[in-house]
């Protein structure tokens, strides 16, 4: 089995109210990935993604177009530490 690795991800641009949570969390899901996304205050989306470092990658570059009517401008990655908690992926 390959390592675990949790990443933060924030996205901006035109990507609140596009359905770009609801595509994110499909995406997620069909990876296999733990986590959530949200959107924040400033109008930018945050995702934390946690499973095996390769998927997560494929989430990021899935992130840099997003959802079908989203405008991506920036993607910026962080590395965070693991949820043990976490059971699923969903938006918060």
């Given at each position: 089995m390959s390592e675990i690795r949790a990443y933060i991800i924030k996205i901006t641009g035109d990507v609140q109210g596009v359905f770009f949570r609801h595509h994110t969390v499909r995406e997620a899901k069909k990876l296999g990935l733990l986590g959530w996304t949200q959107n924040e205050h400033d109008g930018s989306v945050t995702i934390f993604a946690q499973g095996d470092p390769e998927k997560v990658k494929e989430l990021i570059n899935?992130?840099?177009?997003?959802?079908?009517?989203?405008?991506?401008?920036?993607?910026?990655?962080?590395?965070a530490e693991i949820d043990e908690a976490l059971t699923k992926f969903e938006v918060r």
């Open positions: 899935w992130a840099h177009e997003g959802s079908p009517m989203a405008t991506v401008q920036d993607v910026t990655v962080e590395v």
